[in-house]
């Protein structure tokens, strides 16, 4: 036998090792662990859905979608930049629960819990039951709205990454399922969903299509047949036509492509540190080390990966004791505010980062090699939790990292039990390590269950008005705020004769108060969209003409404005909330 056969048949056996490690069959039960999956998600989250709001981010999402729910037209009336599937989503939320943000927090919650249910399914094909189970516990542990702390914790953010995620979980079945069942058709609704995460996120969509077409393409390579391929395609080709025939029809066809691509790279860079674009800085931005995050990583690596690696039993106790001791010493140096939970976060998303890019791509050259189906399904999963990394670009906040990272923790989990020798010890320390986590995790969010804003010690109030934000539980003092605005609003309604307003800034929530206020050209100030121009026209001649009521940012750059609101100009300051760095003018003056 040549040396060149001889090396084939051992990276193939090696290959087909690592490919069947942990298979086990799924069987009816998973599916009903996937239910109770999804509603421990929703029992977990759900108290969390209503408690805060965000002006910008809220307001970014819930702005257009009011919009659409109410007659406009999607990219020409109204704008969005990306996730126009995810704003049409949350318009039809709007429709059925009302013209609340409420709605696009329901919504969300119920995207995340579909994401936990399919995403268990997922992973289950490649981890044992216990292991894919503890890697649900992970990624309960993971979100940032259980408390405030640094990087707009505290906050449930109706964001597209929630959608793209949920259509994730379900794509990544579907193929999974169309692997092992050989059923031709199951590719076309493949390629269906592939196209929804498309248009629920672009880049996410685009990377996540990327993923799917590599691993299938090397299936049909070995098969030397490019039927499923032909067929994955046509899905995507026919929720592409659907949904570019709608806007055609409307007469939004050319801006969806500005609003949607064109748009995106001056946006991503006027958000990049130093407004560069490129790929060094994504390759930055995505492993790029927090000062504080490498001493808990290494801790924490080393609970896991050094007890398992003995095998005697008595050493592997003694080791796990010694790691979990100098893991957790290392975390509570940091101090219990915030920085446990952040710590744990960090910890996953470096190790996710390194291990589950260097085994992927380590899969992917097998799969070229050699076919077989349990490796297609480790592939398809890897490069699509790979994709998603890409989600801390342009900002690496803990809201980005938890959407970055949530496709990674089952595939980081099976990277860990396989170079393990002991799967129960592993197990085992990564149960106590979640365990104290969520113990430091519950002890700060236990005032806000219990009716408290924790950073400030305010006592959180549902509000009631505006009726946008019904229903939302916020700390006194901002209650105070929205009912100071929503007055202001509803004085400039009946006294200066206008329902109309024009927002010098980023918080879109301004504009959704009821009934909803329109806007002209547009409601983003920082203006990196192709019709800056436009934009400004329409600024200045509703100055001009006095006939809507001007929210500013005081932190706004744009220069016109303030030299065109003095009383010389018709219009009157009528209210200031400085905590929102807001001023609100009139061209009727407030008596």
Known sequence: ???????????????????????????????????????????????????????????????????????????????????????????????????????????????????????????????PRSTALLAMVVWWLLPPFYYKFEGYGGHFFPWTSVHSLALQAVGLCLFLKAINEDKTQLWFWTGVIGQCVVWSRQPVGLVF???????????????????????????????????????????????????????????????SPGNSFGAANIIRKIFSPHSFGWRAMGALFLAVLLP???????????????????????????GLAGRVHTEFQLSFQYGSRIAVLAIGVSLSIGLLLFSSKRLASLVVIFLSAIGALHQVVPWDDCHHIFWAISLSIGPFLWMVITLSRNRAITNTALLLICLTVSLITLQKAIPRLQGFDEKGGERLVKLSYPSNLSGIWVATSEAERWNRFAHTIEWGKTHGGT?????????????????????????????????????????????????????????????????????????????????????????????
Request: proline residues 5%.
């Open 209 to 271: 299509f990327g993923a799917q077409t590599f691993t299938l393409l090397a299936m049909a390579r070995h098969e030397r047949s490019y039927k499923k391929v032909v067929q994955f395609f046509a899905g995507h080709a026919a929720f592409l036509s659907l949904f570019l025939a709608i806007h055609f029809a409307i007469g939004s066809f050319r801006q969806v492509f500005e609003q949607s691509f064109t748009q995106l790279i001056p946006w991503y860079k006027n958000y």
């Open 1 to 127: 036998m040549s040396k060149e056969h001889s090396l084939t048949n051992w990276v193939r056996s090696r290959l087909s090792s690592v490919a069947e490690r942990h298979c086990e069959p799924l069987s009816p039960v998973d599916t009903l662990w996937a239910v109770v999956v999804a509603a421990v998600t929703l029992i977990v989250f759900g108290p969390f859905s209503t408690i805060g709001v965000d002006a910008y981010h809220d307001g970014f999402m819930f702005k257009p979608s009011l919009d659409v729910a109410f007659g406009q037209r999607l990219f020409l009336e109204t704008e969005s930049m990306y996730g126009a599937f995810t704003i049409y989503l949350h318009a039809l939320a709007i429709r059925l629960l009302g013209p609340n943000v409420w709605a696009l927090k329901i919504d969300t919650l119920l995207s995340y819990a579909l994401y936990s249910g399919f995403i268990y399914w997922a992973w289950r094909s490649i981890l």
């Open 499 to 591: 329902d109309r307003a024009v927002l010098i800034g980023i918080h879109a929530l301004f504009l959704t108060t009821s009934p909803n206020l329109s806007n002209p050209g547009g409601h983003w100030a920082y203006r990196t969209y192709t019709d800056e121009s436009h934009w400004l026209s329409s600024v200045e001649d509703t100055l001009r003409s006095r006939s809507a009521l001007v929210l500013v940012d005081t932190n706004d750059p744009t220069p016109f404005v303030k030299e065109r609101l003095g009383p010389e100009f018709g219009f009157s300051l009528v209210e200031t909330i400085p905590e929102w760095h807001l001023e609100i003018y009139s061209p009727v003056p407030r008596s």
């Open 308 to 334: 398992a690696s003995f095998q005697s039993k008595k050493i592997s106790s003694i080791a796990l004791i010694s790691m979990m001791a100098l893991g957790l010493a290392s975390l509570l140096s940091e």
